[in-house]
T-cell receptor, first 116, second 111 residues
Framework: DTGVSQDPRHKITKRGQNVTFRCDPISEHNRLYWYRQTLGQGPEFLTYFQNEAQLEKSRLLSDRFSAERPKGSFSTLEIQRTEQGDSAMYLC??????????????FGSGTRLTVV | EDQVTQSPEALRLQEGESSSLNCSYTVSGLRGLFWYRQDPGKGPEFLFTLYSAGEEKEKERLKATLTKKESFLHITAPKPEDSATYLCAVRPSSNTGKLIFGQGTTLQVKP
């Protein structure tokens, strides 16, 4: 297992289209997190899962956004009716427990979304 | 409201010129302060976790310290490969997995 994997790395879409991103966490990690990062800013929390249960959602996660983690393995983040303001890097992270002081969260390389 | 502020926003150093990055935080409680390094186009890479005031951790040329209101990331004799954005984050004391990040400090080390 080489870390957290995200697919695709880049996505360009037209405004109004739906997009879906996938995250494969480190296999033994039971917690999975989604963050959004815009240029020059730190990551902003969107949501997190413990196994298959979605335990917390940010107010940033409008009803156009939905995330799933079927069977507690990989996760998908879908954005419906994309807007230009959705353009950002979408980061996935995973951890065993809330946080391991030796390793923190392990982040993937992200999916960069551009809405034109 | 829980908040993290990093300063400066950008820092240019000559190779070998030591300096410090600041992270000020306001949280209802603190269940950990985290430092990450982020290279362009990549996800953040974990560096340190600090839990209590007075705690210090070191890794190569980096040393992180924590007080009740802020944390410092000291960079001793930096090299060009230390150039990156350094992010600070806190986990509030509530039962959450959420991290609250600062906006980052972009460090450039010139040879």
């Amino acid at each position: 297992d080489t870390g957290v994997s995200q697919d695709p790395r880049h996505k360009i879409t037209k405004r109004g289209q739906n997009v879906t991103f996938r995250c494969d966490p480190i296999s033994e990690h039971n917690r999975l997190y989604w963050y959004r990062q815009t240029l020059g800013q730190g990551p902003e929390f969107l949501t997190y899962f413990q196994n298959e249960a979605q335990l917390e959602k940010s107010r940033l996660l409008s009803d156009r956004f939905s995330a799933e983690r079927p069977k507690g393995s990989f996760s998908t983040l879908e954005i419906q009716r994309t807007e230009q303001g959705d353009s950002a890097m979408y980061l996935c992270a995973s951890s065993q427990g809330f946080l391991d002081s030796n390793y923190g969260y392990t982040f993937g390389s992200g999916t960069r979304l551009t809405v034109v | 409201e829980d908040q993290v502020t990093q300063s400066p926003e950008a820092l240019r150093l000559q190779e070998g010129e030591s300096s410090s990055l600041n992270c000020s935080y306001t949280v209802s409680g603190l269940r950990g302060l985290f430092w990450y390094r982020q290279d362009p186009g990549k996800g953040p890479e974990f560096l340190f976790t600090l839990y209590s005031a007075g705690e210090e951790k070191e890794k190569e040329r980096l040393k992180a310290t924590l007080t009740k209101k802020e944390s410092f990331l000291h960079i001793t004799a930096p090299k060009p490969e230390d150039s990156a954005t350094y992010l600070c984050a806190v986990r509030p004391s509530s039962n959450t997995g959420k991290l609250i990040f600062g906006q980052g400090t972009t460090l450039q080390v010139k040879p």
